[in-house]
């Protein structure tokens, strides 16, 4: 097979991949605007601004931001984990039996569906950089033939 056969549509895979990552950035930009910085303490919001900064300077597809969406997830679970309470319901005709039942505050919950916004992003971006490795890899061995 030659070449040219195969990178078309790998272009192609890559810049479909790229526009769902630019979606993606866009719904974390709106989430981290929305939700993370009010929620954060004004004092914890620099990764959340650093993330931002990045997602608004066209920094999307290097290396760094996913180090900065880390170390944001990070920050926000810790957050999630202070507003989650575990309550132990026992069943009625066996009261030493039961199941623990979680519930989240309000900031907590707002927070949670905003990592959900911050993981996605991070495996969109992900997508991206392993697709274009893949492609510099592919024309290499395909050049050393």
Known sequence: MSQE???????????????????????????I???????LHPAKRLGAERVMRQLETSRLFRTEILDELDALMM???REIAAGRRE?????????SEGHL?????????????????????????????DAV???????TLLGSE
């Open 133 to 139: 490795e893949a492609r510099r890899v592919a024309a």
């Open 101 to 129: 039942e979680t519930s989240y505050d309000h900031r907590a919950a707002e927070l949670t569906e905003a990592l959900a916004e911050l993981r996605a992003l991070d495996a969109a971006i992900t997508a991206v950089l």
């Open 75 to 77: 920050q926000v679970e």
């Open 87 to 95: 309550t132990f319901r026992p069943h009625e005709s066996d009261p």
């Open 33 to 39: 605007l929305e939700s993370v910085h009010p929620l």
């Open 5 to 31: 056969a195969i990178m078309p549509a790998t272009a192609d895979r890559v810049t479909a991949l790229v526009e769902h990552a630019l979606g993606q950035a866009r719904r974390t930009h709106a989430a």
